[in-house]
C-alpha cells in the first residue's frame, strides 16, 4: 500500500472562469422553460448554491441547465402544495442517472442514521444499479499458448475483452455548502453517473496517462497531477488487491478554520482491478462517515487498462486538533484497506456503529467461517443428537450414520446461527481479537516457552469469561472455537499491508483425532476473500494435486457445498495421495467455493486465492512463523482451473517465488509445459488415446 504523503500539496482547483462561462451559457437553456426567473435560477444555482469548482470543471453547460432545473421543480412543488421541500430526485437511464438528496452530518455512533441516510442510500442504489452490472462484463483475457481447448474459449473471452474498456461507470458527487434557502436549512449532495469517454487514439500515439483515462477524469483533473496517478495506476496494475494513497496538509498549515477551505481537504485516492470485490464504493462512504469525515467531493473513474480509481475530498465534520484528524485519516485508509477484502458481511453494522473495529471485523469473519466448518470436529449438541439417533438403530451402517450427522450439522449450525454469538457479545469478540492478535501480530512481544507448542497455549482467562458471561450453549461453544482458532494459526497475512485476502496456514492437529479424517495431513491452509473461501490440504512436503473450483447454482447447492467444502477437499486430497502412492511425490488438493451472489468471479477467486497461499509461503520476515521452516506448493488443473495454471504461474514468478516453473502443470508451451489434452496426461487422454489407435 502505498505511504502517505503528509506534506505533499492538495491537488488543483480550478478557476471560477469557468463556472462563470458555463453559467451564462446555461442561462438560455434554462430560460426558454422558466422565462426570466431562469437566469435568477441559474445564477442561484451557481453562485449561493456553493458547489466545488470542481463541479463546475467536470460539467458542460446542459448539465448545469438540468440541474438547476431539477431544483427548482423541487422547490416549486414544495411551494404549491405549501409542503416540505423533498429532495429526493432521481432520473435514471440504461447507462447514466442523476441523484439529489439532502446532505447531513450524523453523530459518531449513530448507527441507523448512518447506514439510512439520503447520501448512502444513494450510493447502494448506484453501486447496485451501475457499478455492479458493469462489473459483470469484465472478464480477462487468458494466456496465449494454451491447449486447443482453451483456445477455443479463449476466443469468446476475447470478444468479451473488445468491450472492456467500455464497462464501469464515471460517478461524480458534489456536497453543497450553502443551503437551498433562508427558510430551508438544508445543503444539497448531487449525483452524476455516466459511461466513461474514452478519446480516440491516435496512430502511433505513445501510451500514458492520456491513453487509458477518460475523458471525464482528463477536464477533472489538471496535467500537474497526472503524475500521482500513474503512480498509483503502476501499483494497482502489479497487486490483485486495494492501493491506498492520501494527502493531507501539514500540520503547520491546519487551523480550526481548514475544515471550510476547499484547498486544504484531505485527498484519498483508491485503486484497484475492475470487479475484483463488491459493494466497494457504497461501503467507502460509510466509513468516512463512521469516523466523523465528510466529502466535499468524490469521484470514480474507469480506465482502459481495467482500473477503478476513487478520488475523496475529505473535511471534518467538526473542527478538531491536527492530530485528532490524523489519527482518524489513518483509521480510514486501515478500514478501507480491510473492507476490499471483506466489504460486507454479517458484522458490518457493528463496525458502523463502531462496536467493533475494522480489524476486529475482518477477524470475527474469518473465525466465525473456520468455526463453521470446524466446530463438528469437537463434542456438542448435535453430537448427542445423532448419538441419540444411532442408539435407536444399533445396526445403522457407518455411511449412513456419517450423512445424519452431516445433516444434523448443516440444519442446527448454520453460518447465520453462529453468527448470533459475535453480535451478541462484541465485547468478548474484541477480547478474543486482541488474544490473536498478541500471538500473531508482528509487533507483539509473546513467546513461547521452549520447545513449546502454539496449539498448547490456551486463553484460559478469556474461556472462563466465555463460560461464566455467556449463558447461551452453541453461544459458547462458538467463541471457544474462536480460541482453537487462535492457538491452531501457525502463520497467517492478516497484518501485512499489502494483501487482498486473508489466508492463514493452520496446525493439522485442528482435525487429528476426527473419524471423518482417518490420516492427519501434513499441512491445511484456510482462505477467505471478498467472493469465496478456500482450503488446500497436502499429504507430504512435496505433493501436487489440482485446484477445483466450486460453483453453486442455487442457494440450496450452496449450503450443501458450504456445509461439505472442508471434508470435500480432505476426501479429494486423500485420494490424489493414494493415486500417487508409486511416484516420490503426494497428494493434495485445493478448493475454491465461490460465494452464492458471485458465481461469476472465479477469475478474481482463483487470482486471489494464489496471492493468499504465496504470502504464506514466501519468506517475510515481518511476519510471525510458529512453523519454523520453508514450505513448497505446487498446483495442477481440476474442474474451472485448466486454463488458470498460466496465470498462477505467472502471478508466481511476480511475487519472487523461486520455484515458480513448478508451481504449475498443465501450463502452456509458452510459459515451459506440457498441454495436458495434447499428451493425454489427464481424462482428457481418452481422445488421445483413440487418435494413437488408429495412427
Avoid at 477524469?217 to 496517478?229: D, N, R, S, V
Avoid at 457445498?561 to 511416484?583: C, H, M, P, R
Wanted: aromatic residues 10%; charged residues 25%; glycine residues 6%.
Amino acid at each position: 500500500m502505498l505511504a502517505s504523503s503528509m506534506n505533499a500539496p492538495p491537488l488543483t482547483i480550478h478557476s471560477s472562469t469557468e463556472r462563470d462561462k458555463l453559467k451564462e451559457a446555461a442561462k438560455p437553456m434554462v430560460r426558454e422553460e422558466l422565462g426570466p426567473l431562469g437566469d435568477v435560477e441559474v445564477e442561484w444555482f451557481c453562485n449561493s448554491l456553493g458547489l466545488s469548482r470542481r463541479y463546475f470543471a467536470s460539467v458542460q453547460a446542459r448539465d448545469v441547465a438540468k440541474h438547476s432545473m431539477l431544483l427548482f421543480s423541487a422547490k416549486f412543488r414544495a411551494r404549491v402544495s405549501e409542503g416540505n421541500l423533498e429532495l429526493d430526485i432521481s432520473d435514471e437511464g440504461d447507462h447514466q442517472a442523476i441523484y439529489i438528496c439532502p446532505s447531513k452530518d450524523f453523530a459518531e455512533r449513530d448507527t441507523k442514521a448512518l447506514l439510512d441516510s439520503p447520501s448512502a442510500v444513494v450510493e447502494k442504489r448506484i453501486q447496485e444499479r451501475y457499478i455492479d452490472e458493469a462489473w459483470r462484463v469484465n472478464q480477462p483475457m487468458a494466456t496465449a499458448g494454451q491447449s486447443a481447448e482453451a483456445s477455443r474459449a479463449n476466443q469468446v473471452q476475447t470478444a468479451r475483452e473488445t468491450d472492456r474498456a467500455m464497462s464501469g461507470y464515471v460517478v461524480e458527487d458534489f456536497r453543497s455548502s450553502g443551503e437551498v434557502g433562508s427558510n430551508v436549512p438544508v445543503k444539497v449532495r448531487l449525483f452524476v453517473v455516466q459511461r466513461p469517454k474514452f478519446p480516440l487514439l491516435a496512430k502511433g500515439e505513445v501510451a500514458g496517462l492520456r491513453s487509458i483515462a477518460c475523458s471525464q477524469f482528463l477536464h477533472f483533473i489538471p496535467p500537474e497531477h497526472f503524475e500521482e496517478y500513474e503512480a498509483l495506476l503502476a501499483r494497482a496494475e502489479k497487486s490483485n488487491g486495494c492501493v491506498v494513497d492520501y494527502t493531507m496538509p501539514a500540520e503547520d498549515e491546519w487551523t480550526e478554520h481548514s475544515m471550510h477551505n476547499e484547498e486544504q481537504d484531505i485527498v484519498f485516492r483508491v485503486a484497484h482491478k475492475r470487479g475484483t470485490t463488491h459493494s466497494f464504493y457504497h461501503i467507502c462512504g460509510q466509513l468516512y462517515r463512521m469516523l466523523g469525515l465528510r466529502s466535499r467531493v468524490k469521484a470514480m473513474w474507469p480506465f482502459r487498462n481495467g482500473i477503478d480509481v476513487q478520488t475523496i475530498w475529505l473535511s471534518p465534520t467538526d473542527a478538531m486538533p491536527w492530530q485528532d484528524l490524523r489519527r482518524r485519516v489513518e483509521a480510514l485508509r486501515h478500514h478501507i484497506s480491510l473492507s476490499y477484502i471483506l466489504p460486507s458481511t454479517p458484522f458490518t453494522p457493528l463496525v458502523s456503529s463502531q462496536r467493533l473495529s475494522a480489524g476486529e471485523h475482518s477477524y470475527a469473519y474469518c473465525a466465525l467461517v473456520f468455526t463453521h466448518h470446524f466446530l463438528s470436529l469437537h463434542p456438542h449438541e448435535t453430537d448427542f443428537a445423532y448419538e441419540y439417533k444411532a442408539s435407536l438403530v444399533p445396526d445403522m451402517e457407518s455411511a449412513q450414520a456419517r450423512r445424519l450427522k452431516m445433516r444434523l450439522r448443516q440444519h442446527m449450525l448454520t453460518e447465520p446461527r453462529l453468527a448470533e454469538a459475535v453480535i451478541q457479545h462484541p465485547n468478548i469478540v474484541r477480547k478474543l481479537h486482541k488474544s490473536f492478535e498478541k500471538l500473531h501480530a508482528p509487533w507483539s512481544t509473546f513467546t513461547l516457552p521452549k520447545n513449546g507448542k502454539l496449539f498448547e497455549h490456551y486463553d484460559q482467562d478469556i474461556a472462563q469469561e466465555i463460560v461464566r458471561t455467556v449463558p447461551n450453549e452453541v453461544n459458547q461453544r462458538v467463541l471457544l472455537c474462536f480460541l482453537d482458532f487462535n492457538r491452531f494459526v501457525l502463520k497467517t497475512n492478516f497484518f501485512r499491508e499489502d494483501r487482498n485476502v486473508l489466508s492463514f496456514r493452520l496446525d493439522p492437529k485442528c482435525i487429528e483425532g476426527d473419524d471423518s479424517f482417518p490420516v492427519t495431513p501434513y499441512g491445511l491452509f484456510f482462505v477467505v476473500g471478498s467472493v469465496f473461501r478456500g482450503f488446500h490440504i497436502r499429504f507430504r512436503d512435496v505433493a501436487r494435486g489440482g485446484i477445483r473450483l466450486i460453483k453453486s447454482h442455487t442457494e440450496q447447492s450452496y449450503a450443501t457445498n458450504v456445509s461439505t467444502l472442508l471434508e470435500e477437499n480432505y476426501a479429494l486430497a486423500f485420494t490424489q495421495q493414494k493415486k500417487n502412492k508409486d511416484i516420490p511425490e503426494g497428494g493434495s488438493k485445493g478448493t475454491i467455493l465461490l460465494a452464492y451472489h458471485h458465481q461469476d468471479k472465479g477469475h478474481v477467486a482463483f487470482d486471489q486465492y494464489i496471492d493468499g497461499l504465496l504470502d504464506l509461503i514466501l519468506p517475510d520476515p515481518n511476519m510471525r512463523d510458529y512453523l519454523g521452516h520453508e514450505e513448497m506448493l505446487f498446483f495442477g488443473p481440476d474442474e474451472g482451473t485448466a486454463d488458470k495454471m498460466d496465470r498462477a504461474a505467472s502471478r508466481a514468478r511476480q511475487r519472487g517465488y523461486r520455484l515458480w516453473k513448478a508451481a504449475t502443470t498443465g501450463k502452456s508451451i509458452a510459459m515451459g509445459g506440457i498441454p495436458h489434452d495434447t499428451y493425454g496426461m489427464t481424462t482428457r487422454s481418452v481422445h488421445q488415446y483413440v487418435l494413437g489407435f488408429y495412427r
